[in-house]
């Protein structure tokens, strides 16, 4: 399934972004996971020794990706929890504040 909106994604991108390399990772992406399950299937069928400690490589190579993936996602998703620190507006516009600070001297003045 992810193979598919990996692929359905790369296309996307692929018509709207152009042929970089950065635009078509996404597209290469699914492109590998389809790969992968053929070749593993085919490795299944083949029985060669070989060809399963290649498999087992990719395997750990792939789940080692994906593990970064997950945590990529993971900090993205705590990530945005996080409220920043805004500072607060102004009670009084700054308008307003001159207009105060005009009014102050104006009464020293009289007082």
Do not use: D
Request: charged residues 15%; aromatic residues 16%.
């Amino acid at each position: 399934m992810l193979a598919v909106f990996l692929i359905a994604n790369g296309v996307v991108m692929l018509r709207r972004e152009g042929r970089r390399l950065a635009n078509l990772l996404s597209l290469l992406a699914g492109l590998g996971f389809i790969g992968f399950v053929v070749f593993s299937v085919l490795v299944q069928q083949i029985g060669w020794r070989p060809l399963e400690i290649v498999r087992s490589v990719l395997i750990g190579v792939l789940t080692y990706v994906s593990f970064l993936f997950v945590c990529f996602l993971l900090y993205a998703f705590v990530y945005g929890r996080f409220r920043t620190a805004r500072p607060r507006p102004s009670r009084t516009s700054p308008s307003a504040a001159r207009s105060w600070s005009a009014w102050s001297r104006s009464s020293a003045v009289w007082w």
